[in-house]
């Protein structure tokens, strides 16, 4: 399997985890199946492109899954045990994890975008990262409710366009 299918795959999978689980209240439930229901589809068509694009060569041959890649994966997780821990201590709602989650992971992204060499993922690393942000922010008013949506479901709709955009240029 290519690597950056993989990659992509991955970016898939998480992201149709982000909108399945965050795809409720205060959505209406039409809404939130219809997104359910694009998430998978969107899924199924990273499977599909990544399987017709074969074995075909990315990053210059350089290896996507080696040092470096274990370095960002490694600080992403110090970050997300040592922010829930945090979170947990400060009583914050359980709408924080999901922002946590976002931000963390758009964090992984840019720096995997240093690391790869690629601008590719850079934009989807950023967007994460600000929805991240922007749920963290919604958490103290009577947005509240919306940060599941903001950081969870738009943060899953961005990774399953970046894997889309990922393996369609492949």
Partial sequence: MRQQFLGALIGAAFGTVFVIVNSGDPLPAAAGWVLRALA????????????????????????????????????????????????????????????????????????????????SILVVGVVLTVLGGTGLALLGGPALPWVPFVSGVLSGVTLLGGSLYGVRRA
């Fill in 40 to 119: 998978v589809l969107a899924l199924a068509a990273v499977v599909v492109l990544g399987v017709r694009a074969g074995g075909r060569p990315t990053l210059e041959d350089r290896p996507m899954f080696g040092p470096s890649y274990r370095v960002v994966v490694a600080g992403e997780l110090v970050l997300l045990v040592a922010g829930f821990f945090a979170l947990s201590l400060l009583h914050a709602p359980v709408q924080a994890n999901v922002a946590w989650i976002a931000t963390v992971v758009g964090l992984h992204f840019v720096a995997l975008a240093s690391a790869w060499k690629t601008r």
